[in-house]
């Protein structure tokens, strides 16, 4: 039987934790983007929210917040179609460590943060092409509801939109 993780063990990801962040992020490229240790630390740098477990080697979520100085498809759809929100860049979870309410601790700690800020809602997409089914009904069983549709990277990527009321 799977234990949950401690709150105490999310902490914050800074510069200094990229060589544990960046495996899994590239191991999941698919469903979020290849990074290179700068890309990775630009989206750190600008990032509200940050956290991870092992220092990200296991999990990990980037957040910003709406007035964020990111340059994002999705994040500026989002941009123009909401106010104030919390935008989730990318959650990953090592294969391995799946199943363990990892998301869910996340997820949880970012609704909290967003929340204390000031925030009515977090916000995220879900790849529906390729498609990511786990994520989408993760995010639907964790009380996000879907808003909007897109086709982005000239075609060969589709989304659906979704945000969480807080």
């Not at 700068?38 to 990032?47: I, P």
């Not at 296991?58 to 999705?74: D, M, P, Q, S, W």
């Amino acid at each position: 039987m799977s234990q949950s993780p401690r709150s105490d063990s999310i902490r914050d990801l800074t510069l200094a934790d990229i060589p544990f962040m960046l495996p899994l992020n590239n191991a999941h490229a698919k469903e979020t983007s290849f990074l290179d240790e700068r890309s990775l630390a630009a989206l750190l740098n600008m990032a509200r929210y940050a956290r991870g477990i092992d220092r990200g080697a296991t999990a990990l979520l980037i957040a910003f917040e709406h007035t964020a100085g990111y340059v994002n498809e999705n994040f500026n759809w989002f941009k123009a179609n909401r106010g104030s929100f919390f935008y989730v860049d990318r959650v990953i979870i090592s294969s391995a460590a799946r199943g363990q309410g990892l998301a869910k601790s996340l997820y949880q700690d970012l609704l909290s943060v967003a929340k204390q800020a000031g925030h009515d809602r977090v916000v995220c997409e879900v790849n529906i092409e390729p498609p990511n089914p786990p994520s989408e009904a993760f995010h639907i069983a964790m009380g996000f509801v879907a808003i909007g549709e897109a086709t982005i990277h000239n075609g060969s990527k589709s989304v659906r939109y979704f945000e969480k009321a807080l």
